[in-house]
């Protein structure tokens, strides 16, 4: 992006950090889409992810005085609406699924049918994964989370982790098999 | 149709469309925040160690702390927000399903009630549509299911139930997945009862609630539903998404990317990043050599996909040296000077083999013509060294150091 336009972005943080609604209403209505695109992959309807917006861009203007400029605005946002999430995640019991896989194929509703796949489909495909499959799937590989910081923020042992990234992977499998 | 390899192919395709992928929020999402943030807004310009110690607070909460049970709180509001079903007894049982199996769609783990869904019968209608034969009884069936199996395609699917009648106190309703499909989708048509259903006059299905129409074609499809007391009907508007971005070179050299479709509105991003949201066109100054990635995610059309459009931006500016020259008059390389053009910034300094400057200038067309920064005493023959410094439009500055040879006739 040109100069001028990061210039921006900084004085936009900087006059959100003394306060100025208006500045965070810019930073909201550049940020809104990306973030809320990240509490959709989370969360499980629409009704949360709203709520997850809500409380993560709360966490932005409390926090964003802590924004330091040393990597990027969106990455630094973007962990505060992952970690929201998780949060909301882990205030409901997080049920890490043991049984065997889901051999059923989708429901019509969601099976691609066409040719392309495009970024709507394949996120209603993630969101179809039971919670615990869903959230270390996301994490690990759309958010590229380790299974060591999995582990820590979900509070499960690492190789909880590592199966539920295996599941989530063989769960796809199957239902992606005609794409293969 | 595309094939992945394997799972990795999809897990790479899944995490570039999502790296910069953007859903507009809904519209009341702001109202909350900006209320919340109005009132802390205060307190952050008076007290901003009290909101160090809090964001501290949060990110330890996110770590430790036991988790709180309330799955069966959750899921019974989930449930209770869907369909009223109008069998008591399996709508308990689905309850009860939905909470010992809590993460899991509820799709797989209720049995199929097929007392309800017979194979609608296959017909083959005019308009490009044709029945498709159910083979997922338990994701149509059970009426529990019909809304929470699939929490994802709520997006797609938020009108609320058609009320089309209302006789002897039970309410008929007839459903669609989806009122506004696109090509390929399959939209689930669903009625309260047992009966019918016509594409036009042409009799599709007969005596079942569920019917599946597989999309071929766009245009708006009327699907009536007729029982001995009703005759009701829905549309279906299917569409299809036709759309591309369109480049323009404006007059003071900046680049403008409409979409075809001046209807359309979408989120643009170049490079991966965000640069303009709910816009039809953006207009930018594309300076910097090589390819570019304009971006469009259309958002006003049910069955948008993302666009995008390569931008090739080639050097404007040439830079050229010489390393020798020789002073006089003989109309040959008379003064030392380098040929730039297309620059944002130039620098040059000449130094002597001892490492005393002995010219400089910010000025390409001032040449050194032997003297010391031109009036001062003359250079002898030998070696110097040009150290020039310079940045063409669009691309990196540079800094190339010359060896050149100052010859006296």
């Known amino acids: ?180 | 149709m595309p094939k992945f390899n394997d799972i990795s192919d999809f897990e790479q395709l899944l995490k570039e469309q999502m790296s910069g992928h953007s859903t507009p929020p809904p519209a009341d999402a702001w109202t909350a925040i900006s209320s919340s943030t109005a009132q802390v807004g205060g307190i952050i310009n008076s007290l901003s160690t009290y909101l160090n110690a809090s964001v501290t607070l949060v990110k330890t909460g996110l770590i430790a702390g036991s988790i709180v049970a309330l799955s069966t709180v959750s899921y019974f509001s989930l449930i209770n927000s869907t369909d009223i079903p109008n069998n008591k007894h399996e709508n308990i049982d689905s309850i009860q399903n939905a909470n010992s199996n809590d993460s899991r769609p509820t799709f797989e783990t209720v049995e199929s009630s097929d007392n309800e869904t017979k194979s609608p019968t296959q017909n083959t209608p005019s308009g490009g549509i044709h029945s498709k034969k159910t083979n997922h009884t338990s994701a149509v069936s059970s009426p529990v299911t019909s809304d929470t199996s699939s929490p994802a395609p709520k997006k797609y699917t938020n009108q609320p139930s058609k009320i089309i009648e209302n006789k002897g106190g039970n309410e008929f309703r007839i459903t669609a997945t989806n009122y506004n499909p696109c090509v390929g989708e399959t939209v689930i048509l669903k009625s309260s009862e047992k009966g019918d259903w016509f594409l036009n006059e042409t009799k599709i299905a007969s005596n079942t609630a569920v019917y599946n129409v597989q999309c071929r074609a766009t245009g708006s499809y009327v699907y009536y539903f007729k029982t001995p007391d009703r005759n009701v009907h829905t549309t279906l508007n299917i569409s299809e998404f036709n759309g591309n971005i369109v480049k323009e070179q404006l007059e003071d050299g900046h680049y403008s990317f409409s979409l075809s479709n001046q209807k359309l509105i979408a989120n643009w991003s170049i490079n991966g990043k965000l640069y303009s949201t709910n816009a039809p066109f953006i207009r930018i100054a594309l300076e910097t050599v090589g390819k570019h990635q304009i971006k469009a995610v259309v958002i006003n059309h049910p069955c948008a996909k993302p666009l995008t459009f390569d931008v090739q931006i080639a050097p404007i500016g040439h830079f050229e040296a010489i390393n020798i020259f020789t002073v006089g008059n003989d109309g040959l390389n008379d003064t030392y000077r380098v040929k730039i053009s297309g620059y944002d910034s130039f620098s040059i300094q000449i130094f002597n083999s001892n490492s005393n400057l002995v010219f400089s200038t910010l000025d390409p067309e001032e040449g050194w013509d032997g003297r010391i920064n031109n009036i001062g005493i003359e250079c002898p023959q030998g070696e110097y060294f040009a150290r020039v410094s310079y940045k063409l439009k669009g691309e990196l500055p540079q800094l190339k150091n010359i060896k050149l040879t100052l010859l006296r006739p």
């Open chain 1, 1 to 180: 992006m040109s100069p001028s336009e990061s210039h921006d972005e900084i004085s936009l943080i900087k006059a959100c950090s003394n306060g100025d609604q208006n500045a965070f209403k810019k930073i909201y209505d550049i940020h809104s889409g990306t973030m809320y695109s990240i509490c959709l992959r989370y969360m499980t309807n629409e009704d949360e992810a709203k709520d997850a917006l809500q409380e993560g861009f709360i966490k932005v203007f409390k926090g964003i005085s802590k924004f330091q400029f040393t990597g990027s605005f969106e990455g630094w946002m973007k962990r505060i609406f992952v970690n929201t999430s998780i949060e909301q995640i882990r205030k409901r019991k997080l049920h890490f699924d043991v049984s065997e896989l889901n051999t059923n194929e989708l429901p019509l509703t969601s099976r691609i049918e066409t040719g392309t796949m495009d970024a709507e489909k394949m996120m209603r495909l993630v969101q179809q994964l039971p919670l615990g499959y869903r959230t270390v799937f996301n994490m690990f590989v759309i958010d590229g989370y380790s299974h060591k910081e999995i582990s820590d923020y979900l509070n499960i042992n690492e190789n909880t982790s590592k199966s539920q990234l295996f599941k989530a992977r063989k769960q796809l499998q199957i239902w992606l098999k005609d794409w293969f």
